[in-house]
Nanobody, 118 residues
Framework: QVQLVESGGGLVQAGGSLRLSCAAS????????MGWYRQPPGKQRELVAT???????NYADSVKGRFTITRDNAKNTVYLQMDSLKPEDTAVYYC????????????WGQGTQVTVSS
């Protein structure tokens, strides 16, 4: 039932910035832990950042200090601010929503392409 729609991807030069957005359809957005993942060309999907319901953020070592994950519960939206972009950041970025209730519920967006040129 939950739909996630990413936006904000595109082509940017190394050292530039992008801000990704993920809009969720659920009316109980605040109950979900949110995350961003990415899949570089020819590689497996990897964790970029997560944000718990309590506001605790975790980052992959490769993006720590450069990326920031935030959420706006009033807008049902999670963001990924990406600064000091590097060519190795090139990937399809996916939004993830996770809810642990009587079972685990997990949803994914369709992905948005981020390309960083050198």
């Amino acid at each position: 039932q939950v739909q996630l729609v990413e936006s904000g991807g595109g082509l940017v030069q190394a050292g530039g910035s992008l801000r990704l957005s993920c809009a969720a359809s659920t009316s109980v957005f605040s109950r979900y832990a949110m995350g961003w993942y990415r899949q570089p060309p020819g590689k497996q999907r990897e964790l970029v950042a997560t944000l718990t319901r309590g506001g605790t953020a975790n980052y992959a070592d490769s993006v720590k200090g450069r990326f920031t994950i935030t959420r706006d519960n009033a807008k049902n939206t999670v963001y990924l601010q990406m600064d000091s972009l590097k060519p190795e950041d090139t990937a399809v970025y996916y939004c993830n929503a996770k809810l642990i209730s009587s079972a685990l519920f997990e949803y994914w967006g369709q992905g948005t392409q981020v390309t960083v040129s050198s």
